[in-house]
């Protein structure tokens, strides 16, 4: 693993990890990553797009998957330029406030991505189980309250642990376990009292993610309730299949992070690679994923990207 020469402890820089061993292989590894970067940014954009061009996908389901893309987007935005920077050998120092800032948009956007994930489980619940109400329920002006309460929850409820981390003092080394900076990396820096920090971070995550992640649960059982007592089964596969993309993409974003908290939490005897990798996994897989999996599971947003596609090839051949 890399280190500074020298280090002073008492320097506000710190050191990001790459891929340790692999120093050598950073201009290949660039490759790979520079080319999910780009299916990233590309595939979000792309969603957006169509969502916003075509007017038949100017309905509930489809502004939720908008404010999933935007998110996941972001989350590529605010973390390519570490990642990219070590890997293309530019730079592995970043400063504590650029640190912090980070740490502030990679957890804001988690939190995020988590209360969308809930919104589009209430969609689906909606849809399926209240399906003559579906559109006087989920108005614009109610979406648009939705989708604020989520960045409130998000982005406000985390200012007092991230804030504090300004006031830390970090006298041990300063080299981070990530290619990015995490809130929990930052703590096992610091030599100052964190057990504020660690608890209200505990209990964020309890009343968000867990309660997100229960609530979604308790969605899917009403709604398979609701599916069962359907008498014909072509109706009851039907209603099923408009829940698979969403599905995936619940598995796509809570199983990554289940892994980096047991890694983080029991993996301390395991090499650093395992934890660079779930790290880099619970960063980059779900923005990756989610346009693929809304491109081919969502017949509206796949059919509106092949016409798309197949007009451009049109005009381009002419």
Known sequence: MPAFPAYDTNSST???TGFPGLEQEYPWLSIPFSCIYAMVLSGNCLVLHVIRTEPSL????FYFLAMLALTDLCMGLSTVHTVLGILWGLSQEVSLDACIAQ??????????????LLAMAFDRFTAICNPLRYT???TSARITKIGLGILVRSFVFIMAPIIRLKFFH???????????CLHQDLLRLACSDIRFNSFYALALVICTLLF???LIIVSYILILHSVLAIASRE????????CVSHICAVMVFYIPIIGLTMVHRFGKHLSPMVHVLMGNIYIIFPPLMNPII???KTQQIRGRIQNLFLSNKIISGN
């Open 294 to 296: 809304y491109s081919v």
């Open 103 to 116: 740490t502030y948009f990679i957890h804001g956007l988690s939190l995020t991505e988590s209360g969308v």
């Open 58 to 61: 100017h309905q509930p389901m």
């Open 136 to 138: 006087s329920i989920l």
């Open 235 to 242: 109706e009851r596969l039907k209603s099923l299949q408009t």
């Open 170 to 180: 970090y006298c041990h080394s300063h080299i981070l376990s990530h290619s990015f």
């Open 14 to 16: 710190f050191l990001l």
């Open 212 to 214: 997100d992640s229960m």
